[in-house]
Nanobody, 125 residues
Framework: QLQLVESGGGLVQPGKSLRLSCAAS????????VGWFRQAPGKEQEMVSC????????KYADSVKGRFTISRDDAQNKVYLQMNRLNPEDTAVYYC??????????????????WGQGTQVTVSS
């Protein structure tokens, strides 16, 4: 069974950090670009960050640039999202998704084939 599982979400105070993990099972992430998306209540889903295979390239939404870092460990079959200086606007359900590498890591959710179930991140004092 092919699946992605996110972990690492939770409740955190503004200014603090969290690291999200995305673990793949049933397939290897080596040949996939991986993206992190988020959706807050009442808002559209947005791409947060994506990383191409073999760390060829990364992309970030303007809202997280300089605060979030995406990385991958193909040996562990995982992708991570380090989130620093969190603020209440970062509160959302965060999803990881995988797409064939030829997309190069894209902003468009419809170009991703596999999705995790999501992990809640809440930033509040």
């Amino acid at each position: 069974q092919l699946q992605l599982v996110e972990s690492g979400g939770g409740l955190v105070q503004p200014g603090k950090s969290l690291r999200l993990s995305c673990a793949a099972s049933g397939f290897s992430l080596r040949s996939y670009a991986v993206g992190w998306f988020r959706q807050a209540p009442g808002k559209e889903q947005e791409m947060v960050s994506c990383i191409n295979m073999r760390d060829i390239g990364t992309k970030y939404a303007d809202s997280v640039k300089g605060r979030f870092t995406i990385s991958r460990d193909d040996a562990q079959n995982k992708v991570y999202l380090q989130m620093n200086r969190l603020n209440p606007e970062d509160t959302a359900v965060y999803y990881c998704a995988a797409q064939p590498a030829y997309y190069g890591g894209s902003y468009y959710s419809e170009e991703y084939d596999y999705w995790g179930q999501g992990t809640q991140v809440t930033v509040s004092s």
